[in-house]
């Protein structure tokens, strides 16, 4: 376990923070002997205009998408509690987008929002809408790519909250219904109380996964336009990877600002968890 953990997290972990501590080309890249600059790295991140926008995008995307993945996926998770004909088939076919490859949710979502031939113009249209331009137009980019992560993200929070749901013993919700509660009354005081472990954990592991995403951005939108819908995530997989030049250590050091930003809510997760434990 040991080996597997300095193997796999601690060795990568300080190959980002020395590649943010260094000047790195392409030559140096391969061959070593990157000079050393300090936080000289740190520094253009923090001063480049595009760093502003990019965290307000990057909170808004977080935000947005959790909010609406955790909200639908809840509704779902609770439609799907129901027993009714068809609940697994159907429960099963909300888990497609999960199963997905990313490369193929985002062309799809491209397809549909296109602004020519895209199907969601085109229903627009029937209602008198005229055409939006969803991936072209600074207004509407970076909805567009929450629209197509919450839809991606909506069946993990179905599965988990479902699993939940299906832990709390059924007499709980029998003695509060003979006490004469209503449905809304038990969800709210019974069966959500009691799914707040796995609430906190579903939102957890949704802003980790929320935080890092850049695939559904970079296939539909790569950042644009101007900037539009750039987030830290594509912002450092564009400085390292989207140009013939590449700068690697700015890229380390975005990717080392998002680190610290989920490493921020992991503690914030402990430190709610240990206030919620009794003593």
């Known amino acids: 376990m040991t080996i597997y ?7 990568p972990l300080y190959r980002n923070i020395e590649l943010s501590l260094r000047e790195y080309t392409v030559r140096s890249f391969v061959r070593g002997g990157a000079p050393f600059a300090g936080l000289d790295n740190y520094h253009e991140v923090l001063s480049d205009p ?12 977080t935000v947005a998408s959790l909010a609406f993945q955790f909200g639908i996926g809840m509704a779902l998770a609770v439609f799907f509690h129901q027993s009714f004909p068809l609940s697994r088939t159907l429960r099963a076919l909300f888990l497609v987008p999960w199963l997905l490859p ?5 062309s799809t979502w491209s397809w549909m929002l296109n602004s020519d031939a895209g199907v969601v113009n ?28 919450i839809w991606i993200g909506i069946p993990f929070n179905l599965v988990v909250l479902y699993s939940g ?3 709390i013993p059924i007499a709980v919700h029998e003695a509060a219904a003979l006490d004469g509660a209503t449905g809304w009354q038990r969800f709210w005081r019974v069966t ?10 579903t939102l957890l592991l949704g802003l980790i ?38 700068s690697f250590g700015p890229g380390a050091a975005v990717g080392n600002l998002l680190i610290i930003m989920a490493l921020f809510a992991g ?4 430190r709610v968890q240990r206030r919620q434990q009794p003593r």
């Open 209 to 246: 996964y929320t935080l890092k995403v850049f695939d559904i951005i970079w296939i539909m939108t790569k950042g644009g336009p101007t900037d539009s819908s750039t987030t830290f995530a594509s912002w450092s997989y564009r400085l390292g990877f989207g140009s013939l030049l590449p």
């Open 192 to 201: 959500f109380p009691l799914l707040r472990p796995v609430s906190a954990i």
């Open 102 to 106: 990313l490369i193929v949710s985002g």
């Open 50 to 61: 595009t760093f502003g926008p990019a965290l307000a995008h990057t909170v808004v995307f």
């Open 122 to 149: 085109a229903a627009l249209g029937l209602v008198g809408v005229g055409p939006v331009n969803w991936l072209t137009s600074p207004d509407w980019s970076l909805v567009s790519v929450i629209i197509a992560n």
């Open 267 to 270: 503690l914030i997760y402990i």
């Open 5 to 11: 953990l300095l193997a796999f997290y601690a060795y």
């Open 165 to 167: 749901l299906k832990s």
